[in-house]
């Protein structure tokens, strides 16, 4: 974001006025200190933006933190270009120098990193003006560590050592630095060249294609080197695990699963090293065991996507159940779908993304970092404390949050507090004291050992729930089962009062 664009925002101007000042309202919350100072800690790359939202009449004010690139100075790093060293095969004597042009034109703030652990190559790059990193590890992945840790640049783009990546493509790749977070060069979308024998050809795209399928991401080449990443990333990302190779496919699964946006851009890929069977397969053994790993974070509730990848599962009872929620949860809204509404909890919902008129709220910033669009209402809280005035949606929707939150830490009457009078509240959990959810919470902890069973703490029961609405002045409109387990409370607050005296 330019700095234009954040005085736009009210950033500059308004900084020192928002520290400590009351959202709006009875409600005395206040934008929290710490995301204010975020912009010095996480290298001045959090973007506090305040919204005054009209379709809402105003009644709130949401602090929404946004990823937005670095603010440079004239003397600050701007672009490290990484280059690994990796075997013995290299061009560096043509390679640096050709970097060097390529620079003048693009970002004259910037630095050269050469990491290898064979220290043998020191000469040819201070020669050619650039920085030599030793790295203490030997394998692919240790040196290429090794690079972006030293690397002081807001982008990283990196490249291997053997010119198989043109300098001449980095112009190019930088073109695209605001249109994602990470860029790959790609050598399997349409456009690219990729001049390679042909067992390695087939290797590779046998490879990248058992990788975008097993983890279901929409990228043709994970293996690609050549690639511009916001340091950010790079940072967020940690710890890597890979040693070799495989450590690319792993950056780029965990930025999806971190709600990072990455593309891929055509490029022309030459002057590749042939490898032998026996480098093949301990290439595809490492690459194995990397799935293995990332198999389990893909599916796991800590990928951003995962609410939005079970409504499209491949399992049929994960598949209908995402659905039939969604189908109730509207069919509850009904004419008020298109007013104001409130979404907590929403993780990648498909409410947030069909539905206008809809607030998304997450604790989770990498969640609603997948869900950032243009026009669309993000705003990270929690639900013990909401930062919104009272009475400021038509509508509440909380469905399966209440269970991960320990019961002396959930707060209905802060739910209630935020809906305006007459307005709904659509509260949604398991109900364990049917045994069909008790056997299927069994079941799908069996089956995905990595899915929310283990955060389930929080059991309630129908007649439970409902006590605690009545005790509140709701007034129970309407419930319905999803799968016959999970239940989903529609109640309606008094036309009389705007809810709840904020909680204490």
Known sequence: ??????????????????????????????????????????????????????????RYHAAVIEPGPGRADEQSTVLSIVVPVWGTRHDLPRLLPALRRALEGVEPRS????????????????AASAVFVESKGSGYGDILQTGIEAAQGDRVITMDADFAYAADFVPIIWAHRDDAEVVIGSRYVRGAVAEMGFSR???????????????????????????????????????????????????IVKAQCQGWRVIEVPFWYRGAEPWNRVRMVQFGLAYLETLGRLLSLRNSVRAADYDNRAFDSWIPLQRSWQRRRFEVVHSFMGPQASRSTLDIGCGSSRIVQTLPGVVGMDLGMHKLRWLRAPGRHLVQGSLTRLPFADGAFDTVICSEVIEHIPRDQVRLEELVRVVAPGGLLILGTPDYSRKRWLFLEWLYGKVFPNGYVKEHINRYT????????ESLGLSIQNLRYVGGSEMIFSARVPAATSGIAPAG
Do not use: K, W
């Not at 043998?120 to 201070?126: Q, Y």
């Not at 290797?203 to 975008?212: F, I, K």
């Open 462 to 469: 129908r007649a439970g729930l409902q006590r605690d609405l």
């Open 111 to 126: 630095e050269i990193l050469v990491c290898a652990s064979d220290t043998s190559v020191r000469p040819i790059v201070e």
């Open 1 to 58: 974001m330019s700095r234009s664009r954040r005085e736009h925002h009210g950033l500059g101007a308004h900084r020192e006025q928002l520290r400590g000042r009351p959202l709006v309202g009875a409600h005395d919350a206040c934008l929290p200190a710490q995301a204010l100072d975020q912009l010095d800690q996480v290298e001045r790359e959090a973007v506090i933006v305040v919204h005054h939202e009209d379709h809402v009449g105003g």
């Open 201 to 251: 050809r087939t290797a590779s795209r046998l490879l990248n294609r058992v990788y975008r399928f097993g983890l279901s991401v929409p990228f043709h080449d994970l293996s690609s080197g050549f690639r511009l990443y916001r340091r950010r990333v790079l940072l967020d990302i940690q710890p890597l695990e890979a040693h070799g190779l495989d450590i690319l496919p792993e950056i």
